[in-house]
């Protein structure tokens, strides 16, 4: 087996064996921690002596040892008084076997565990990344632009937080289920949004976020398949990721849906997105993700930009608007209300964000604003608008594009 194939199989296999650690023993960090080691010890040993029969089983294996071993030689007072808390001295020394295969909603538990309410957001996400998709501290820090060691930290802090709370390997009480389910969806569209779209750096987006979200996402639907707003938000990310290999032209230049090249767009992502979409809609209440969605349905379905139903797509937007408000959604729908009812009502619909102090340096407000002016001829207010949103965004691939665009406006 080649060293990318063993990636793959660890990548995989490691949370299914966290899972099985942390609902065996307990601590999410001592078992994460005795995970690495056993990951170590197989990439030392595999490619010496083959793959185990039962990849899983093997890790599990030396990873509750390392666990024992480890429970057995610290005296340290604080780490004996945490385990102490989590478990009694007979189980502590006596931990069960292995166990290989563990109940069927691990994944979930673990998805819920990354995403206690005692965590921040941004631990949440960078914790969900880190045990759940199996990424390395490295990968997350470079995702993310901060030092390794600067990420190292937050994952640790955030496991230590989630000790302090007592926070248990069990499927949260039924009151909590739906808020905590919530909160899963929304670290996912996190990292998919951020994958999608890189908010720095040179690269418009980065695989192995939007994929690990996708994978992610794949799993809590198989696991709550009748959860429709989890079913649109898979459809949300097939479909806009489908689209993908049409954003950027040949030099990596930022290609915008309108011009984009609809040949090159996946059709098989397409066909399951809105397959999903489409049997979610009529079953459960209408959710954000699932408006999103049947938005990103409609540009799907449009062979060529023109052809586009942006009267249905003003209207989803309008649906959207009532029931999760703000202003990203408005400066959204500013856009749909432009093509359906001209560059002007969008624009007087657009100005009065400007006034939103959570806007006033959003690259995208001033992109959008730049675009109604450029449609409604106004050609010296857009060209100074396109050089505003070039100068608020961080990313590279978006700022040659918006300059590019206020220099073609100034050669005019």
């Not at 995989?12 to 966290?18: F, I, K, N, R, T």
């Not at 994929?211 to 696991?223: D, F, K, N, T, Y």
């Not at 729908?333 to 340096?361: E, I, Q």
Request: neutral net charge; contains cysteine; glycine residues 4%.
């Amino acid at each position: 087996m080649t060293e990318p194939d063993l990636a793959d199989l660890w990548r995989a296999a490691a949370p299914q064996v966290l899972a099985a650690l942390v609902r065996r023993h307990g601590d999410f960090g001592e078992a994460e921690d005795a995970v690495q080691e056993a990951l170590l010890a197989a990439a030392v040993q595999w490619p010496a002596t083959g793959v185990p029969d039962d990849p899983k089983a093997w890790l599990i294996t030396v990873a509750s040892r390392r666990l024992i071993d480890a429970h057995r030689a610290d005296t340290a007072r604080v780490r004996r008084e945490h385990w102490d808390a989590l478990r009694t001295p007979t189980d502590r020394l006596t931990a069960p076997p292995a166990d290989t295969a563990g109940p069927a909603d691990d994944s979930l538990t673990l998805l819920l565990l990354c995403c206690h309410p005692a965590l921040p957001r941004p631990a949440q996400v960078a914790l969900t990344l880190r045990a759940v998709a199996g990424l390395s501290t490295a990968q997350i820090a470079r995702a993310f632009l901060v030092p390794e060691a600067t990420m190292a930290q937050r994952i640790s802090r955030a496991k230590a937080k989630l000790r302090q709370a007592g926070a248990r390997f069990t499927t949260p009480p039924t009151p909590e289920l739906p808020e905590r389910v919530a909160a899963v969806a929304h670290v996912l569209y996190l990292i998919f949004t951020e994958g999608h779209t890189t908010s720095t750096g040179t690269g418009l987006y980065d695989v192995s976020l939007t994929g690990e979200a996708i994978r992610l996402s794949r799993r809590l639907h198989r696991l709550l398949p009748n959860n429709s707003e989890i079913t649109g938000l898979l459809a949300l990310m097939l479909l806009t990721d489908a689209r993908r290999a049409a954003r950027i032209d040949a030099d990596g230049s930022l290609v915008p849906l309108a011009e984009q090249d609809r040949t090159r767009w996946d059709e098989a992502a397409i066909g399951e997105g809105i397959a999903l979409i489409e049997a979610a809609l009529p079953v459960g209440p209408v959710g954000p993700y699932q408006l999103q969605a049947a938005i990103a349905a409609v540009h799907a379905d449009a062979e060529r930009a023109e052809d586009t139903d942006w009267s249905q797509i003003e209207t989803l937007y309008r649906m959207l608007t009532n029931i999760a408000p703000g202003p990203t959604v408005t400066l959204n729908h500013t856009v749909a209300v432009a093509m359906v009812d001209g560059p002007d009502a969008g624009l007087r619909m657009l100005d009065p964000l400007l006034a939103d102090k959570r806007l006033r340096t959003n690259h995208r407000l001033h992109a959008a604003r730049a675009h109604l002016l450029d449609l409604a001829g106004r050609t010296a207010e857009a060209r100074t608008a396109y050089s505003t949103a070039a100068r608020f965004t961080t990313s590279i691939p978006e700022q040659h594009y918006l300059n590019a665009k206020a220099t073609r406006l100034r050669l005019q």
